[in-house]
C-alpha cells in the first residue's frame, strides 16, 4: 500500500472545540475524555502477527496526540490470544510521558502479577453480561468470573494500583442474541462495588442503536453512577457515533475508541472495527467538547498504522481528507 498522508482540509483544519459553554448549554460534558485502545482492542484480532517494534512506536505516535489513556496490551495467555504474546516488551519498549495513563488488561492474578511486574502503573479487568460469551472469553462463567477479579482487585488494592472494569454485550451478545439491560446493571454494580474506578460498558458487535443504548444506561446509571461510566461501541451497523452521542446527552463523559476505527473481538464472530478514534474527535470538536487531542497527529498515527498493516483506514475522516 502506498503511503498516504492524510491531512484535514482547511475549513477543518480549524475545527476545535468550538465552544465549551455551547456544549453545555446542549446538554453535552464540557470535557471528554477519549481512551484510545487501539493497540490492545484494535490489534489483537490481527490475523498476522504485528511486530513488537511496530506496536511500541503506535504508542509512542499516539503519546504525542494529547490522548490521556492509552491501553497498551493485554497480559493474557499468548495460547489464547497470540497477538499480545509480547506484552511484557511492549510495556518495557514504550516511552511513558507524564500526565499519560498506560492501562493493560488483566483476566487474572497471574495476568495481574506479570503486569505488574513489567511496570503497569493501572490495569483493566473484562466481564461480560452474558455467560456464554463469557465462557468463550474468559473460559468460566460470570460468578466465577467475578470470584477471579475478587483476586485481582485484592492485589491491586495492596499495590495502589487503579482498575477500570470492561463489561462486554451490553447490547447483544453473538451467541445469546439480546441481552437485558437488568443484567448488565448487575454486572456493573458488581465490578463497581468490588472497587473498579470505571465501569466500559461495550457493545462489542455493535448492534446497538441510540434507543437501545439510552434504554440500557437508564437502567445501569440507577446502579452505577455516571460519572463511573465510559461507553465501548463497535461500529458493526454503522451506529457507534450515534449511541456515543447518546451516551453524552446522557452525561457519560469517557469514550472509548480506536485509531483508525481497528479492531474486532477473537470471540465475537462477525464484529467489526472500534469507533475510530478520528471520527470521534471530529465529532466532538464540532460540539465545542474539549479531548485535548489534535487530530492532525492522531491521523498520522492512524496512516502509519494503516501502511503497517497493509490496510485501508475505516476512519471516515481520514478517508475523506486523504491525499495521495
Not at 94 to 106: A, M
Not at 114 to 130: D, N, R, T
Not at 274 to 279: G, I, L, M, P, Y
Not at 289 to 308: E, P, R, S, Y
Request: net charge positive; with cysteine.
Amino acid at each position: 500500500m502506498a503511503a498516504a498522508r492524510r491531512l484535514l482540509p482547511r475549513w477543518a483544519g480549524s475545527l476545535r472545540p468550538v465552544s465549551s459553554a455551547a456544549a453545555a448549554s446542549a446538554g453535552y460534558p464540557k470535557r471528554v475524555k477519549v481512551v484510545e485502545v487501539g493497540p490492545r482492542d484494535g490489534l489483537q484480532n490481527e490475523k498476522n502477527v504485528v511486530p513488537t517494534p511496530v506496536k511500541i512506536n503506535l504508542i509512542n505516535m499516539l503519546s504525542e496526540t494529547g490522548l490521556p489513556v492509552i491501553e497498551a496490551t493485554s497480559f493474557v495467555s499468548p495460547k489464547w490470544v497470540p497477538q499480545m504474546a509480547d506484552h511484557t516488551e511492549v510495556m518495557q519498549g514504550i516511552n511513558k510521558l507524564p500526565g499519560i495513563s498506560y492501562p493493560v488488561l488483566t483476566p487474572n492474578l497471574k495476568g495481574f502479577q506479570a503486569a505488574v511486574a513489567a511496570g503497569a502503573k493501572e490495569v483493566s479487568i473484562f466481564g461480560a453480561a452474558s455467560e456464554l460469551f463469557t465462557k468463550k472469553n474468559i473460559n468460566c462463567s460470570i460468578e466465577e468470573s467475578l470470584e477471579r477479579f475478587d483476586e485481582v482487585m485484592k492485589a491491586a488494592r495492596e499495590a495502589s494500583i487503579p482498575v477500570r472494569g470492561y463489561v462486554s454485550c451490553v447490547l447483544g451478545c453473538p451467541y445469546e442474541g439480546k441481552i437485558s439491560a437488568a443484567k448488565v446493571a448487575e454486572v456493573s454494580k458488581k465490578m463497581y462495588s468490588m472497587g473498579c474506578y470505571e465501569i466500559s460498558l461495550g457493545d462489542t458487535i455493535g448492534v446497538g442503536t441510540p434507543g437501545s443504548m439510552k434504554d440500557m444506561l437508564t437502567v445501569v446509571m440507577k446502579e452505577v453512577p455516571v460519572g463511573a461510566l465510559a461507553v465501548h461501541c463497535h461500529d458493526t451497523y454503522g451506529q457507534a457515533l450515534a449511541n456515543i452521542l447518546v451516551a453524552l446527552q446522557m452525561g457519560v463523559s469517557v469514550v472509548d475508541a480506536s485509531v483508525a476505527g481497528l479492531g474486532g473481538c477473537p470471540y465475537a464472530q462477525g464484529a467489526s472495527g472500534n469507533v475510530a478514534t478520528e471520527d470521534l474527535v471530529y465529532m466532538l470538536n464540532g460540539l465545542g467538547i474539549h479531548t485535548g487531542v489534535d487530530l492532525q497527529k492522531l491521523m498520522d498515527t492512524g496512516t502509519f498504522i494503516c501502511n503497517a498493516l497493509n490496510r485501508r483506514t475505516n476512519s471516515k475522516v481520514s478517508q475523506a481528507s486523504c491525499r495521495l
